[in-house]
Nanobody, 115 residues
């Protein structure tokens, strides 16, 4: 299982950014996928999840109404569209899936929201 995040960078408050996570090594279309965030000095926090078909999504309270998770099963990729970004959205964003009793993580992509 390999997960590779991309799309992070520096953005001003109020701006937008779109993250991607390319998956390989497993049957991508069969699994729930998730995004997490880890801010400096804090624990990893749930951001969003999406069902295997893409028909169902769930969000953490801090990002509801601002972030949108989506997936393209033909490209084995999930996305996180982040709008109205705030300084508190700063952190490393990780892609995640769980299978066979094991959590799998990518290496993360850094998002910095600052003026």
């Amino acid at each position: 299982v390999q997960l590779a995040e991309s799309g992070g960078g520096l953005v001003q408050p109020g701006g937008s950014l779109k993250l991607s996570c390319a998956a390989s090594g497993f049957t991508f279309s069969g699994y729930i996928m998730r995004w997490y965030r880890q801010a400096p000095g804090k624990e990893r926090q749930f951001i969003a999840s999406i069902t295997s078909s893409g028909g169902g999504t769930n969000y953490g309270n801090s990002v509801k109404g601002r972030f949108t998770i989506s997936r393209d099963n033909g490209k084995n990729t999930i996305y996180l569209q982040m709008n109205t970004l705030r300084p508190e959205d700063t952190g490393v964003y990780y892609c995640n899936t769980w299978m066979g009793g094991t959590n799998y993580w990518g290496k993360g992509t850094l998002v910095t929201v600052s003026s």
